[in-house]
Each structure stands twice: as C-alpha cells, then as structure tokens.
Nanobody, 127 residues
C-alpha cells in the first residue's frame, strides 16, 4: 500500500505560481510512475503531468505545457508539480497518483492506469 498526501495548494492571482508536493509513505516510490491529475467542478478528472519511476521521462498535458513542470525526489519519496503563469482555468482540485511499473520510460496519462491516489489539494486562481 502507498499513501499519498498532497500539499501546497491555495489561492493565487492569475500569473502567479504555486508548487505542489506529494509525499508518499508505506513504500518507496522508486518503483512507481507518478502522475498529477486535476478535476474542476462539473468536469472529468484530467491528466496534467506524469514522470517515470527514475525521473528521466516526463509527459505533460498540452494545456499546461511550458507552464507546469513535474519532478521527483525518490530519496525523499516526494513528487512535485511546479506551476507557473497560472490561469483561472487551472482552478481545480489537484490529485497525485502512483502506479507500479517495471518500465523505466513509462509516463502513464490515463487515470485508470493508476492504483493509488491522494486526497487532493485545492488550487484556486483568481482573475
């Protein structure tokens, strides 16, 4: 079992930045691909970014490309999402997710690929 706890969300003005953290416990995440997803009210959960188990490969949604960066520190069992130039459309609950993988390049983008999920952290961007 892997427990994931997100933090770092909050209220920010458009154009601002936030850094989300996802702290994992229970098992080392070095064998897990990690992802960030978000869900706005009335919308489906959508992919934001993913990173391979070793951190060498990343995938980012087109809607956030160039603005959001995913990273990980396996020694600290933590994954990060650096968000810059935030827009009101980025307002959502952001979720961290983990899936075990034997691939060193896998960066899964579909929610149903992931086994473990955090409780989410709210990000609100005001215009």
């Amino acid at each position: 079992q892997v427990q994931l706890v997100e933090s770092g969300g909050g209220l920010v003005q458009a154009g601002g930045s936030l850094r989300l953290s996802c702290a994992a416990s229970g098992r080392t995440i070095s064998n897990y691909a990690m992802g960030w997803f978000r869900q706005a009210p009335g919308k489906e959960r959508e992919f934001v970014a993913a990173i391979s188990r070793g951190g060498g490969y990343m995938g980012t949604a087109d809607s956030v490309k160039g603005r959001f960066t995913i990273s990980r520190d396996n020694a600290k069992n933590t994954v990060f999402l650096q968000m810059s130039t935030l827009e009101p459309e980025d307002t959502a609950v952001y979720y961290c997710a983990a899936t075990i993988t034997y691939s060193h390049i896998a960066v899964p983008t579909r929610p149903n690929t992931y086994t473990y999920w955090g409780q989410g952290t709210q990000v609100t961007v005001s215009s």
